[in-house]
């Protein structure tokens, strides 16, 4: 057990739909990172936060957003859901930025019908 | 882009044998690049990692070879045991900028027969 937190473990939706997916870090740690994991594009970076603040931005959609709270959970909003949106998401987290090892949680499973 | 270039795609090992697995990648700027070991139904989970001011690291089978002028580094998992069975993943960061989400390379999926 990493420590890190997500909910929910399974989720269906249909497309045009929005979700959202939240994810609490361990405890002490700043940065959260979400990831995707499909079985054609592997896992790819999404974005990170780092104390509530943006901190670095990768492979993801405009439809896509993400925000971290004051208690430094985070939440991860897909919006206008399309068939291509189905994977794993995992959000991952450590204590600053960096070289500091990321940990990461069990995944949300999403499925777009 | 594909920016970490891992292989091979799947690896069969017997148990007791040397299981090597080999990415390499083409951004300068990586200075950071970790292994995780991911099994199904879970996130990954971080294996061992290296900086580019050495040239290998180990930590009990598993050893970290890394060659930064033609930009390749290898996981070698010694005494490979069926409890090994799983993707591993490589993966690059350009950390030392200190807000970077690791790029990962495509997984191999390793199987140890016992």
């Known amino acids: 057990d990493s420590g890190v937190t997500q909910t929910p473990k399974h989720l269906i939706t249909a497309t045009g739909q929005r979700v959202t997916l939240r994810c609490s870090p361990r405890?002490?740690?700043?940065?959260v990172y979400w990831y995707q994991q499909s079985l054609d594009q592997g896992l790819q970076f999404l974005i990170q936060?780092?104390?509530?603040?943006?901190?670095a931005k990768g492979n993801i959609l405009e439809r896509f957003s993400a925000q971290q709270f004051p208690d430094l959970h985070s939440e991860l909003n897909l919006s206008s859901l399309e068939l291509g949106d189905s994977a794993l998401y995992f959000c991952?987290?450590?204590?600053?930025?960096?070289?500091?090892?990321?940990?990461f949680g069990p995944g949300t499973r999403l499925t777009v019908l | 882009q594909q920016q970490v270039k891992q292989s091979p795609q799947s690896l069969i090992v017997q148990k007791g044998g040397i299981s090597i697995i080999n990415c390499a990648y083409e951004n300068t700027a990586f200075d950071y690049f970790p292994w995780y070991q991911q099994f199904p139904g879970k996130g990954p989970a971080l294996l061992i990692a290296i900086r580019p001011d050495v040239s290998e690291k180990k930590e009990g089978r598993f050893t970290i070879s890394f060659n930064k002028s033609a930009k390749q580094f290898s996981l070698h998992i010694m005494d490979s045991q069926p409890g090994d069975s799983a993707t591993y993943f490589c993966a690059a960061s350009a950390a030392g900028g200190g807000a970077d989400g690791l790029t990962f390379g495509k997984g191999t999926h390793l199987i140890i027969q016992p």
């Open positions: 936060y780092y104390n509530g603040e943006e901190r």
């Open positions: 991952a987290s450590s204590v600053g930025a960096g070289v500091d090892t990321q940990y």
């Open positions: 405890s002490g740690d700043l940065s």
